[in-house]
């Protein structure tokens, strides 16, 4: 279904609001490019676009995209989008996150194209309050209404949208089992494609002693990630086990920040290890005994899973999105949010039961290269599209 309503092979346009989304998103792309299909996106300029755009091997466009509201500067970046639009005139736009996904849908109406796909990676709104959570909710839900399909990354990131009144439940699709791409957990993931060193190459280069237990997470350094909640539980944990280290993969950010006193307390102890960003984790990971992620919202939690194809075993929140990624009980804990009490008390079940924290890293494993496989997701996805065209293609002809 590669040429529908064309002579040349059909063009997917992704809208994303920040060069880093590429990351996710590259199965994705690499699988549409070999079913045919020609292959643009459009995001804000950044550090990473060049790299990105490389890596892609499709057009990329730049387009200033604030994550902020800027209703002049909104203004802006959707005139820059129709007219890009109505330059490539894709078959199919597909836009992602909460701005470039409202500056998607309404340009790709304006400029007429025929199919349109918004894509929930996740639901600011929850964690918002005021007029922050009014004006959230209203862009996602106009998003989803102006998108001739929804996707989700997860089921209950999907369940929460329907009861939030964003979009009803009916319009919303998961392919697959969820998450954006899958976990390529055979090849990047996988510890028996890494170097024997490795592991113990990032402790020596960070300071960490061959024989500490090391507690690990990947994401942003931000409030919304729930590093307040555990630095509290490293307070306590810390001194409970005097041979425990915290290794922390990511960058601090202004949006959302964490306290300066948690920021300072994480930066001054010897026993904390802050990476900051580097795309390269599956080393990182390798270097973890026991993966936390106490997010307060998530789209699905790929970090969880990234950790589960590593083989650690995973405390997360029991929020939508983490509660996909990680199945209780069998593959991690999950706890309550906000809640530096039953992180304590989650990660201290892993320190102290080695045969447990093996169990769960091998059932986390066994799960990622089961049911998150890339190549199944992508397929799913794909076949989204080929629906949707197919649909558009009948309702131009006349023919429903």
């Not at 995209?65 to 007219?83: C, E, G, T």
């Not at 599956?282 to 899973?305: N, W």
């Not at 990660?347 to 045969?355: F, G, K, N, S, V």
């Amino acid at each position: 279904m590669a040429q529908i309503g064309r002579e040349k092979s059909a063009l997917v346009l992704h809208v994303v609001t920040v060069p880093e989304t590429f990351t996710f998103l590259l199965p994705l792309i690499d699988y549409t490019k070999s079913m045919g299909w020609q292959v643009h996106a459009v995001s804000s300029p950044g550090d990473q676009l060049a790299a990105f755009s490389d890596r892609l091997g499709a057009d990329v466009h730049t387009v200033e995209m604030s994550r902020q509201i800027s209703p002049a500067a909104d203004l802006r970046a959707l005139w820059r989008l129709v007219r890009i639009m109505k330059n490539l005139r894709p078959d199919l736009v597909h836009a992602h996150t909460p701005k470039g996904g409202l500056l998607g849908t309404m340009a790709a109406r304006i400029a007429r194209v025929p199919a349109v796909v918004y894509h929930i990676h996740g639901l600011a709104s929850l964690t918002a309050n005021g007029f922050k959570r009014f004006v959230l909710r209203a862009s996602e839900k106009i998003s989803c209404r102006l998108a001739d399909a929804v996707m989700c990354v997860s089921q209950s990131c999907r369940e929460a949208a329907a009861e939030a009144g964003v979009c009803s439940s009916e319009k919303i699709r998961v392919p697959a089992n969820g998450s954006i791409c899958g976990v390529d957990a055979q090849n990047r993931f996988n510890t028996e494609k890494l170097p024997r060193e490795v592991r113990s190459g990032v402790r020596s280069r960070l300071n960490i002693p061959q024989e500490a237990l090391v507690v690990g997470y990947v994401g942003r350094i931000v409030r919304d990630k729930g590093i307040v909640e555990l630095t509290r539980a490293w307070e306590i944990l810390r001194g409970y086990n005097p041979h425990l280290h915290l290794m922390l993969v990511g960058p601090f950010e202004p949006q959302d920040p964490v306290p300066h006193a948690v920021e300072e307390q994480l930066r001054s102890d010897p026993r904390v290890h802050l990476v900051g960003l580097d795309w390269d984790t599956p080393q990182y990971y390798a270097a973890m005994d026991i993966f936390v992620l106490p997010s307060h919202r998530e789209g699905f939690g790929l970090a969880a899973l990234e950790a589960a194809a590593m083989e650690l075993p995973v405390v997360a929140t029991d929020i939508p999105g983490c509660r996909d990624a990680v199945k209780d009980g069998v593959t991690g804990i999950l706890v309550e949010p906000r809640n530096a009490d039953q992180l304590v008390e989650a990660l201290r079940a892993y320190i102290e039961d080695p045969q447990l924290r093996h169990a769960h890293g091998q059932a986390g494993r066994a799960r990622a290269l089961s049911d998150f496989r890339p190549e199944s997701i992508c397929e799913a996805t794909f076949q989204e599209y080929e629906k949707l065209l197919a649909r558009r293609s009948l309702a131009t002809t006349g023919c429903v």
